[in-house]
Antibody, heavy 126, light 113 residues
């Protein structure tokens, strides 16, 4: 079964740090781009970051650039999000998601986020 | 950034009736390499993560009931549920997957009338 399981959330003071993990199983983890998406309390979905299969390419939302770092360990089938200098507005459920892809004539085309974890809650408060 | 705007914000439809949700992007999301619109629809039920329903604007994800359909191209898109079932109560989001940041619409809350 294809599965993503997040962990590492919790309560942290403003200015603090936290590292989220996302354990993947049931698919060839290293072959897929991966994303982090967050959802504030009662709010909508916000894309946070993405990373390619070998970890060499990363992209961030402006709101987290310079504070968050996405990474992965393909030997452990695990995705990470290191969050530093946390602010109250970072309070959210954080989801990891797989970048789905469709193979057409020997090319891969991306088709959205096809597998999601259950999420881990991060609360930034004093 | 591409701004995604959904309408309406909320919608109440009777069981068995049609539900229609609209999504407009601030610029085209048509990807020239495969001539597909990089527009996805997700369903999120309370306490659950989002679920991919539709990708490339009109292709149903495997396992999604055929009462769900997507249409549109360029900047204007629609999600239609042909005959509303009780289990379809959820918040629905569109998302552009054309360029980062991968922006979502604000969501449309669908309820039973």
């Amino acid at each position: 079964e294809v599965q993503l399981v997040e962990s590492g959330g919790g309560l942290v003071q403003p200015g603090g740090s936290l590292r989220l993990s996302c354990a993947a199983s049931g698919f060839t983890f290293s072959s897929y781009w991966m994303h982090w998406v967050r959802q504030g309390p009662g709010k909508g979905l916000v894309w946070v970051s993405r990373i390619n299969g070998d970890g060499s390419r990363t992209t961030y939302a402006d709101s987290v650039k310079g504070r968050f770092t996405i990474s992965r360990d393909n030997a452990k089938n695990t995705l990470y999000l290191q969050m530093n200098s946390l602010r109250a507005e970072d309070t959210a459920v954080y989801y990891c998601a797989r970048a789905g892809r469709i193979e057409v004539a020997d090319n891969y085309y991306y088709n959205g986020m096809d597998v999601w974890g259950q999420g881990t809650t991060v609360t930034v408060s004093s | 950034d591409i701004v995604m705007t959904q309408s309406p914000d909320s919608l109440a439809v009777s069981l068995g009736e049609r539900a229609t949700i609209n999504c407009k992007s601030s610029q085209s999301v048509l990807y020239s390499s495969n001539n597909e619109n990089y527009l996805t629809w997700y369903q999120q039920k309370p306490g659950q993560p989002p679920k991919l329903l539709i990708y490339w604007a009109s292709t149903r994800e495997s396992g999604v009931p055929d009462r769900f359909s997507g249409s549109g191209s360029g900047t204007d898109f629609t999600l239609t549920i042909s005959s509303l079932q009780a289990e379809d109560v959820a918040v629905y989001y569109c998302q552009q997957y054309y360029t980062t940041p991968y922006t979502f619409g604000q969501g449309t809350k669908l309820e039973i009338k």
